[in-house]
T-cell receptor
Framework: QQQVKQSPQSLIVQKGGIPIINCAYE??????FPWYQQFPGKGPALLIA?????SEKKEGRFTISFNKSAKQFSLHIMDSQPGDSATYFC????????????FGQGTRLTINP | DAGITQSPRHKVTETGTPVTLRCHQT?????MYWYRQDPGHGLRLIHY???????DKGEVSDGYSVSRSKTEDFLLTLESATSSQTSVYFC?????????????FGPGTRLTVL
């Protein structure tokens, strides 16, 4: 049972382009939505996170857009660079309790020079 | 890396053998987690701990057990490994106890069950 659905599975973008990764969730108890970035051979690392009381959050070149009514959120990477090539995971969790993260399936992003 | 180490980093074993993976933290955090990562599934929670000797099941706990006898160590045991348990296993710690506190992940253990 996949509670967070992520698309696309893979994405190739030219340097400077704006890759967009989308996620959708069903559980209305989720109220915190982090994105993780993972490089080969490494563990996932927190990139940016959002709560549903805001519709957008920016940190540097990374932006999360959040649509609470549609239960969807997305990651945009502005002015993408080859160093952004990695696997990206969206996740969700309810703020109450033990913080059991539910991950999307992941998107392998490649930024070509 | 928030002071998390995992051992071993790589292991190859045979079906039916017991396997124990170790997660060690140096900063006395209360919450620790074990996840497995498989293509097409992202990361899925196996078990987690909220204190010494306090553990609970996650989404994919069948075939796994855990123990936490010291704050710094969280062990994941496969009592009788199967090929379906071939995966990359990540340990994570949660900094603090606020709901939005970040989880930091260790470097992972790649397990192959033949």
């Amino acid at each position: 049972q996949q509670q967070v659905k992520q698309s696309p599975q893979s994405l190739i973008v030219q340097k400077g382009g704006i890759p967009i990764i989308n996620c959708a969730y069903e559980n209305t108890a989720f109220d915190y939505f982090p994105w993780y970035q993972q490089f080969p051979g490494k563990g996932p690392a927190l990139l940016i996170a959002i709560r549903p009381d805001v519709s957008e959050k920016k940190e540097g070149r990374f932006t999360i857009s959040f649509n609470k009514s549609a239960k969807q959120f997305s990651l945009h990477i502005m002015d993408s660079q080859p160093g952004d090539s990695a696997t990206y995971f969206c996740a969700a969790l309810p703020l109450q309790g033990a913080q059991k993260l539910v991950f999307g399936q992941g998107t392998r992003l490649t930024i070509n020079p | 890396d928030a002071g998390i180490t995992q051992s071993p980093r790589h292991k190859v074993t045979e079906t039916g053998t017991p396997v124990t993976l170790r997660c060690h933290q140096t900063e006395n955090h209360r919450y620790m987690y074990w996840y497995r990562q498989d293509p097409g599934h992202g990361l899925r929670l196996i078990h987690y701990s909220y204190g010494v000797k306090d553990t609970d099941k996650g989404e994919v706990s069948d075939g796994y057990s855990v123990s936490r006898s010291k704050t710094e160590d969280f062990l994941l045991t496969l009592e009788s490994a199967t090929s379906s348990q071939t995966s990359v296993y990540f340990c994570a710690i949660r900094l603090g106890t606020s709901g939005s506190d970040t989880q930091y992940f260790g470097p992972g253990t790649r397990l192959t069950v033949l």
